[in-house]
């Protein structure tokens, strides 16, 4: 019988039990800025409804996090107007990486290192499923849609762009 792979304990993945959140945790070979079609690719899912999780950053450098599909990009200036804010810009990777805690790759919205405000592009809430980081790269887990605002306080917003 094949053995199965040890699971990373990721502060994600730990908030997600302390919770008692129903959730599936699915593995892929993690490729280097391979984004959501290589974790699509590798489990056989549907790009829109694997969820990513960006980090942006207001005009005050005060960062925010933003829910996407993985097949759509955010509209800074939607997000900015939905948010109350006057501009609002991807941060850089290293600036993200030290506002959650996580690598650039396995950022999860669960579990960050400092609370942040949650957002999620609005249509995200009406699928049956999704799949998002959980907190390594590699690593996503499979949960209900309102587990974002049950458990992350996370406000809909409509700030989708195609990508």
Do not use: Q, W
């Amino acid at each position: 019988m094949a053995k199965k792979p040890k699971l990373p304990s990721t502060p994600a993945l730990r908030m997600l039990r302390e919770k008692g959140v129903a959730h599936e945790v699915h593995t892929y070979t993690y490729v280097d800025r391979g984004g959501v079609a290589a974790s699509a690719a590798a489990l056989g899912r549907d790009p829109h409804g694997i969820v990513k999780t960006l980090v942006f950053e207001d005009e005050r450098a005060e960062p925010l996090i933003i829910l996407m599909h993985g097949d759509a990009a955010v509209s800074a200036k939607a997000l900015a107007r939905a948010t109350g804010r006057k501009s609002t810009a991807p941060c850089a990777p290293a600036v993200a990486e030290r506002h959650t805690g996580y690598r650039v790759g396995g950022t999860s919205p669960f579990g960050t290192r400092k609370a942040l405000p949650v957002y999620v592009e609005a249509s995200i809430l009406e699928l049956e499923s999704l799949l998002i980081n959980g907190g390594s790269r590699g690593v996503l887990v499979e949960i209900v849609p309102s587990v974002l605002v049950d458990v992350l306080g996370a406000v809909p917003v409509s700030v989708a762009r195609d990508a």
